[in-house]
Nanobody
Framework: QVQLVESGGGLVKAGDSLRLSCAAS????????MGWFRQAPGEEREFVAA????????DYADSVKGRFTISRDNAKNTVYLQMNSLKPEDTAVYYC?????????????????WGQGTQVTVSS
């Protein structure tokens, strides 16, 4: 069982940066691959970024590639999402998630545990 708690969301202007954090409970954090997803009002939850168990491998949605960076600190049981050059279309609730599987990092259904989400609002 893993419990995930996101933090770091807020209201920013276009071009600003934010760093989201996701703290995980339990002593098996390093056995889970992690991902960030987001969901805007009226939209489906969409993949943003994923990181492997070791933190070496990462994957990004095309819409955030070059602007967002996912990382993890297994000693602190925490995964991060550094978001730079934010755009109004990045506005959404951001969720972190943990999965046991080593594949399907972009698939919502592949994830076993989810946080409660943190709101990110980017004004123009």
């Amino acid at each position: 069982q893993v419990q995930l708690v996101e933090s770091g969301g807020g209201l920013v202007k276009a071009g600003d940066s934010l760093r989201l954090s996701c703290a995980a409970s339990g002593r098996t954090f390093s056995s889970y691959a992690m991902g960030w997803f987001r969901q805007a009002p009226g939209e489906e939850r969409e993949f943003v970024a994923a990181v492997s168990r070791s933190g070496i491998l990462t994957d990004y949605a095309d819409s955030v590639k070059g602007r967002f960076t996912i990382s993890r600190d297994n000693a602190k049981n925490t995964v991060y999402l550094q978001m730079n050059s934010l755009k109004p279309e990045d506005t959404a609730v951001y969720y972190c998630a943990a999965r046991n599987s080593v594949t399907d990092g972009r698939n919502v259904l592949a994830y076993d545990y989810w946080g409660q989400g943190t709101q990110v609002t980017v004004s123009s």
